[in-house]
């Protein structure tokens, strides 16, 4: 079996692509994109930037190891809320003071999903999608067993993704909150936020999205787009690391009445106060419980850094231009062997990544794991490609998508 042709072969009938690609020179700076490691799984979890490794050793040299306790008064109190006014400005599309960084996901997914349903009192319901992602499902049931609420689920197609009219035909009188993915971790399919938003709103219900696929991929206005509250993970395309904090979005107009059901002490109005009874902050840090991470908010700092100084325009448009040359590949290389795209054809509607199907796709991952050829395997039978605008490159493309053609021309004799 041969190993894959370099990510940087200059022989590629495609070495243009990463010639003309003016973020092509970013890819140098993550640690191991000089391997010839073809790397697919940037949607779930994003290649270290390099300078991080100087960074996190700085920090525990000179904040934590020089400031010791003293940190948390010159600037980690505050990190939470920093680092999450950074990431509403460069991915979220939203003002200063409406998102805070901490917990996971699915820890936000719960206090955010209680807080909605707090803002409609006397409303019994949540919509659900059957193809959300399954801490989001196991969440919204967890949920309703507690509070006695019924869940609505929309039937969504696996291949494609939830349209303003499904939603539409669930929304009642009993709707509380609409609980939702902006991008689907299968197929990719990009929602319509602002008009799925709009119906809920007329509805009289509030929205729940989750952007872990789409922000920092994917352009998003949550202040546009009217969204009430929003998470999503940032060790994804954000490049958080392994575990890194999630953060959680709360629209201006529901501050102040917003209630979540973890009344730590960080989320109090005066912490050092130490006083009796639970006085939430005025402001985003109610959604904060306890000691928030800041050694897991470093390499997102980092991260955040360059996401601002690129722009997400240019990262979306690199992005397509990735997913798109995916799928041509695709069509040429592995459709004669049988292989169905999973993923909106449409740029437009599809996120970052490109999903793949072919009843052999388990075992086809297996083995090109085996030949360092990364991508990962979402049931049923989906090949799932994800492609980090970054860091990932056309020839790194290129290169990967012969290995499937050959890994599937293996096990299909
Ligand atoms: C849409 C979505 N929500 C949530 C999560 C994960 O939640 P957590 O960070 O709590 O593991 C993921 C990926 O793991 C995801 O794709
Ligand atoms: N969060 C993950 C993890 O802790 C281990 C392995 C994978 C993940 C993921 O991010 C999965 C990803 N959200 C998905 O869409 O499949």
Known sequence: MTSPTSPTSPTSPFAELDAADPLAHH?????GAETPLVYFDGNSLGRPLRATAAR?????????GGRLIRGWDESWFELPLTVGDRLAQVALGAPAGTVAVGDSTTVLLYKLLRAGVALRPGRREV?????NFPTDRYVAEGVARELGLELRWVETDPTTGITPEQV?????????VVLLSHVAYRSAWIADVAGITALAHEAGAVVLWDLSHSAGSVPVELEAWDVDLATGCTYKYLGGGPGAPAYGYVAERHLAALEQPITGWMGHADPFLMGPGHTPDPGIRRL????????????LVHALELLGEVGIAAVREKSVALTTFAVELADQLLAPHGVALASPREAGRRGGHVTLTHPAMREVTARLWRRDVIPDYRDPHGLRLGLAPLSTSFAEVEAGLHAVAEVLAEVTV
């Open 288 to 299: 904060l419980s306890g000691t928030p991470p800041i050694l897991g908010m470093q390499p």
């Open 127 to 131: 919509v659900v999608d059957t193809d």
């Open 56 to 64: 996190m050793a700085a920090f525990v040299e000179q904040e934590w």
């Open 168 to 176: 539409a035909a669930v929304l009642g009188p009993q709707t509380a």
């Open 27 to 31: 890819r140098d700076a993550y640690v």
